[in-house]
C-alpha cells in the first residue's frame, strides 16, 4: 500500500520537475512563476508545496537532477574506453546536444547560471565538473596527446568555461551556428595543450563530432 | 524470493565451474560428474537446472555472447560517426573475448558446435545483421565506399574479426588477440574506406592499437 502511495508521489513529483523544466528552459526565473508550472503540470497547489517548498527549491531540485543525470552520461562515456582527450571532446559535445534540445538540460544549466551563483550551487558542480574533467586530462597526458608538462587542473577548468562562456556568446537556438561556434573554440584552444603532431587528427575527430552532431540537434 | 535468488546463484556456480572446467580440460574430456564435484553440488541440484551437458553449452553460449552483444551495442549506440563505432566496438569485442571467461568459452563452444546448435546459428545471424546495419549507416555517412553492398562487408566484418580471434587462440592462446584484430582492420580498411576519409582513419586505427598495447602494459 506504502509502495503505491510512494510510486503516486513520485510520479507527481516528475510530473512537476518537468513542467518547470519546460519553463526554466524557455524563461530567466525571475519571469517564471509558480502558478505557471501549476497550470502546465496540472497539480494542485497542495501537491507542489508537498514536493517542493518554494520556487527556489524546486529550481535547485532541478539543478541537482540535471548534474546526476550529467554524471550518469559522463560515466556512460568514460566505459567506452576512448581515449581521454577524444573523451573530453564527446563529451562537449553531448552536452552540446542536450543544452539544445533537451529541457532538462537546458533549464538545469540556466538556472545554474541565475540562482547558482548565490547559494553556493554553483561552486559545488561546477567544482564536480573540473574534478571530473582534471582526471580525465591526465589520462590524456598518459596516453601521450598533451603536452607533458600541462597543469590538468588548468586544463579541466578552462573547457568548463570555455562551454559555460559560449552558452553567453552564442546562441543555443541555432544549433547550427552553436555547434560551428564550439567546433572553432576546441580547434583554437588544443595547441595549448595537445601535442602539435597530434593536432591534425584531432582537429578531423573535432569536425566529424560537428557533423554528427548537427545531425543529432534538434532546437527546443 | 530468497529461493529465487539462491537458484540462481546455484545456476550461475554451475556456470562458472563449467567454463573452468571447459577452458582447463576442454568440451568433450568434461563430464557432467566433474562439474558437480567442481560445483560442490549434487547431482540433482545440476539437473534441476539443465538435462544435459549440451543444454549447459548452450546456455554458455548465449551468456557469452549476449555479454559480447551488450559491449559492442554499448559502443555503437553513441553519438560518433558509425564507422567509428565498428572498428571501436570490435576491439572492446576482442578484448572482452580474452578476458572474460564466459565469453571466451562461449565462443569456443560457439566453434565446436556451429551448425549443429540452434543457439550458435542464431548467434552468428544476429552478429551479422546488427554489423549489416552499422555498415549501412557507415555507407551513409560518406566513411565506406558508396558502392559496396552492406551484407557483403557486415559478413566480411564479422567474418574476419571471428577468424583473427581463432588465430590467436590457436597460436598464442588468445593472449595477443587485439593485434591480430588491429593487422586484420590495417588489411580490410583501405579495400572499403572512402578516399576522403582514409587519411584520417589510418590514424584512427593507429591510436586504437597503440592505446590497446599501452592498457595491457599500463593496467
Known amino acids: ?220 | 524470493m530468497v529461493r529465487q535468488a539462491r537458484s540462481e546463484a546455484t545456476r550461475s556456480k554451475i556456470i562458472t565451474s563449467a567454463v573452468e572446467l571447459f577452458n582447463e580440460i576442454g568440451y568433450p574430456a568434461t563430464g557432467l560428474g566433474d562439474i558437480i564435484d567442481r560445483a560442490e553440488m549434487t547431482k540433482g541440484a545440476l539437473y534441476y537446472h539443465f538435462e544435459s551437458k549440451e543444454s549447459l553449452a548452450t546456455a554458455i553460449i548465449e551468456e557469452g555472447s549476449a555479454r559480447l552483444s551488450e559491449a559492442f551495442r554499448s559502443i555503437t549506440s553513441s553519438s560518433a560517426p558509425a564507422l567509428e563505432t565498428i572498428i571501436h566496438g570490435v576491439f572492446v569485442v576482442a578484448d572482452l573475448m580474452s578476458t572474460d571467461q564466459i565469453a571466451r568459452s562461449g565462443m569456443q563452444l560457439l566453434r565446436a558446435f556451429g551448425e549443429f546448435n540452434d543457439a550458435a546459428a542464431r548467434t552468428y545471424g544476429g552478429w551479422t545483421a546488427e554489423m549489416t546495419e552499422c555498415t549501412r549507416q557507415a555507407i551513409d555517412e560518406g566513411d565506406l565506399r558508396g558502392d559496396l553492398d552492406a551484407q557483403a562487408v557486415g559478413e566480411t566484418i564479422v567474418g574476419s574479426m571471428l577468424g583473427a580471434e581463432l588465430l590467436a587462440n590457436a597460436t598464442t592462446a588468445g593472449a595477443d588477440v587485439l593485434q591480430y584484430v588491429a593487422q586484420t582492420w590495417k588489411v580490410l580498411l583501405p579495400a572499403i574506406v572512402s578516399q576522403e576519409s582514409s587519411s584520417y582513419f589510418d590514424e584512427f586505427l593507429a591510436r586504437e592499437a597503440l592505446r590497446h598495447s599501452a592498457e595491457t602494459v599500463a593496467d
Open chain 1, 1 to 220: 500500500m506504502t509502495e503505491q502511495l510512494d510510486r503516486r508521489a513520485d510520479t507527481t513529483r516528475l510530473q512537476i520537475l518537468r513542467a518547470a523544466s519546460r519553463q526554466f528552459a524557455r524563461k530567466s526565473y525571475s519571469l517564471v512563476s509558480l502558478d505557471d508550472i501549476l497550470a502546465d503540470a496540472e497539480v494542485t497547489k497542495g501537491a507542489m508545496y508537498f514536493h517542493f517548498r518554494s520556487k527556489h527549491a524546486l529550481a535547485s531540485a532541478i539543478i541537482e537532477h540535471r548534474a546526476a543525470a550529467g554524471r550518469a552520461s559522463v560515466d556512460q562515456l568514460l566505459a567506452r574506453k576512448l581515449s581521454g582527450l577524444e573523451t573530453l571532446i564527446d563529451i562537449s559535445y553531448l552536452v552540446a546536444v542536450e543544452d539544445i534540445g533537451d529541457e532538462s538540460a537546458r533549464a538545469g544549466l540556466n538556472l545554474l547560471e541565475s540562482i547558482g551563483r548565490t547559494d553556493g550551487l554553483q561552486g559545488d558542480i561546477h567544482g564536480q565538473w573540473v574534478t571530473a574533467f582534471a582526471a580525465i586530462a591526465r589520462k590524456a597526458i598518459r596516453d601521450g596527446d598533451l603536452i607533458a608538462d600541462r597543469d590538468s587542473d588548468g586544463i579541466a577548468r578552462l573547457l568548463v568555461s570555455m562551454y559555460l562562456g559560449l552558452r553567453q556568446t552564442s546562441n543555443l537556438a541555432e544549433p547550427e551556428r552553436f555547434l560551428r561556434d564550439l567546433e572553432k573554440l576546441w580547434v583554437l584552444v588544443l595547441p595549448g595543450f595537445v601535442k602539435p603532431e597530434r593536432i591534425d587528427y584531432l582537429n578531423q575527430f573535432i569536425k566529424r563530432r560537428t557533423a554528427v552532431a548537427m545531425k543529432r540537434a534538434t532546437p527546443l
